[in-house]
């Protein structure tokens, strides 16, 4: 089961393009390394604040370009994983050891595997619609 792990940091300093402490940093090197030996982490990555990004939003086929800072910041992610694990109390058990220092918030998500979509393509119900 893959897993994609966003991070979502405290709005105030990741906004404001604060770098995590070296203290911080070494630690989630040391966990990253981790979840490498372990042959869980797939890929790991941090983001720029979304003042630096778009949001592309499509409406009546149409795609509108809207340049960052965006206003609802409690949502934005600010960096991710992507896990290969057992199952999702795996994942969990990993990301509890995650070394965070402040007020951050982590959402799992499940992905998809090909399979899925091949599966709901060959369903009757869904070929009707």
């Not at 592309?56 to 370009?65: E, P, W, Y």
């Not at 409690?74 to 057992?86: A, M, P, Y």
Request: charged share 25%; with cysteine; glycine share 8%.
């Amino acid at each position: 089961m893959r897993f994609l792990v966003m991070v979502k940091p405290p709005a105030t300093a990741y906004e404001a393009g604060a770098m995590p402490s070296p203290e911080l940093v070494a630690n989630m090197t040391a966990f990253n390394a981790e979840l490498a030996k372990a042959g869980v982490l797939l890929a790991a990555e941090g983001l720029h604040p979304s003042s630096k990004g778009a949001l592309i939003t499509f409406a009546g086929g149409k795609a509108t370009v809207t340049d960052g800072p965006f206003a609802e910041t409690k949502e934005l992610v600010g960096g991710f994983w992507l896990i290969q694990v057992r199952s999702r109390d795996e994942a969990i058990e990993w990301l509890r050891r995650c070394p965070f220092e402040g007020n951050e918030r982590i959402e799992l998500r499940q992905i998809h595997d090909a399979e899925d979509f091949t599966a709901a393509m060959q369903d009757p119900a869904r070929q009707a619609q």
